[in-house]
């Protein structure tokens, strides 16, 4: 890879110098207390930002968080985001209450050598990600403008064509943070040549979302194993009736197709569990798939399906895992999640956990992050990553 690292910025000294660093300080709130609900990929950036702080470097955070329309929105400051952030350094970080208004200039201009600032969300700004280059470029020239030197260590982004993302790269000298390092290496070793059986498990809600995905690995896998809402649509295009579950109708086609080329290679729920409604405390009960009542919606994959799935990794040598099993949040149909992710565990195989919710399954159901090989902060990125696509972010670095 012809990118250069943050080690080399580091060996050119960065004391007295402002870095700007692309972070992804994207994290889950709490919806009815605003409190962050997982702090994984706060941590995931500690290496590079401790590294920059230690070396004396004038520090200058920027992320996005959440999805505002280009405009402020308190809802998605950062301000909490701070201040869990200046726990873990264990040092304060100065926020600023705009990304490149007054505030932000007055904060960035006050910093002492091996402190830190974080801008206010990028989104908050329409420039961020705008389809229109002039636009973009406007924005990214007063982002640059704060920064001597530019790290990306936004893995969760870099399949974004934003301006902090791909544009503030073409302006100053750039380089990969310790994370973005780490994430490529791990994901170039599942498309390079994995160590065989290959084994992929899929869950998550839709399968439009995952559509590209499934293409691009089902040549290079042994075995797919699908869970999550998205098994219902395929157990559909086998002809089984799913009563209120999630459907995609639009795709039920598409999907027999896969099942049609997949060789086999595809293994679906056997049994699920099926609820009267979307609802902690709704009655549920396991059914054999053929049997999901025409009011009922599966909400989970069954014991059964565990061990079934459990037997496919138990013989895996390399294993990839994006996306629920079902809706582990509810403590009744979070069997499956966690069973599926205890095998992965037990598994004699390199183990990669992709994605942000995969990643906070992980930790909500108090599994061991050391058993797993990797674990990725990136959802989006690391399915683009394996379909092949090139990303933004990483192409930025590359030049
Ligand atoms: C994510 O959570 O997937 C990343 O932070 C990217 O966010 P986005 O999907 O809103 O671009
Ligand atoms: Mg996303």
């Known amino acids: 890879m012809s990118i250069r690292t943050l080690d ?50 004038k520090v200058v955070v920027c992320s996005h968080l959440g999805r505002p329309k280009g405009a402020p929105d308190p809802q998605f400051s950062l301000g909490p985001v701070a201040g869990r ?3 873990l350094l264990g040092a304060p970080v100065h926020i600023a209450t705009d990304t490149v208004g007054e505030s932000a200039r007055s904060t960035v201009a006050d910093l002492a050598d091996g402190q830190v600032a974080l801008l206010e969300n990028l989104r908050f700004n329409a420039g961020e990600t705008s389809k229109d280059e002039a636009e973009r470029g406007a924005f990214a020239d007063q982002l640059a403008a704060f920064g001597d030197a530019y790290v990306d260590d936004a893995f969760g982004a870099v399949h974004r064509k934003h301006a902090s993302v791909f544009d503030v790269p073409a302006r100053l000298p750039h380089v990969a943070g ?13 498309t390079a040549d994995p160590e065989r059986p290959y084994v992929v498990v899929l869950g998550g809600s839709k399968v439009s979302d995952k559509l590209a995905v499934i293409e691009a690995l089902l040549p290079t896998v042994d075995r797919l194993l699908i869970g999550g809402g ?18 995609e109708k639009d795709m039920v086609e598409t999907c027999r197709n896969l099942l049609e080329r997949a060789d086999g290679k595809i293994l679906l729920p056997v049994d699920v569990v099926v609820a009267d409604a979307f609802a902690p405390d709704a009655a549920h009960d396991t059914v054999r798939v053929d049997g999901i009542p025409s009011h009922r919606l599966g909400l989970d994959v069954g014991p059964e399906t565990v061990a079934g799935f459990s037997a496919a990794l138990s013989q895996a040598k390399t294993i990839f895992w994006n996306g629920p099993m079902g809706v ?27 994605g942000g919710d995969s990643a906070a399954a992980v930790r909500a159901l108090g599994l061991d992050e050391s058993s797993f090989g990797h674990i990725s902060t990136g959802g989006g990125a690391s399915l683009e990553y394996l379909e092949g696509k090139t990303l933004p972010g990483i192409a930025a670095l590359e030049n």
């Open 178 to 190: 310790r994370l973005v390092l780490r994430e490529v290496e791990v994901l170039s070793k599942l």
């Open 8 to 57: 080399d910025l580091l060996a050119e000294g960065v004391s007295g110098r402002r870095v700007l660093v692309r972070a992804d300080l994207n994290v889950p709130l709490d919806k009815q207390t605003g409190a962050i609900s997982d702090d994984g990929r706060i941590r995931a950036v500690l290496p590079t930002l401790g590294a920059l702080v230690e070396a004396g470097a």
């Open 230 to 247: 998205m098994c219902f649509t395929f157990l559909k295009a086998q002809g089984l009736e799913v009563g209120t579950s999630l459907l």
């Open 85 to 87: 952030l200046g726990e």
């Open 328 to 354: 582990f949040e509810m403590a009744a149909f979070a069997a499956g999640t966690r069973g599926i992710a205890e095998a992965i565990t037990k598994a004699d195989a390199f183990s990669v956990v992709g």
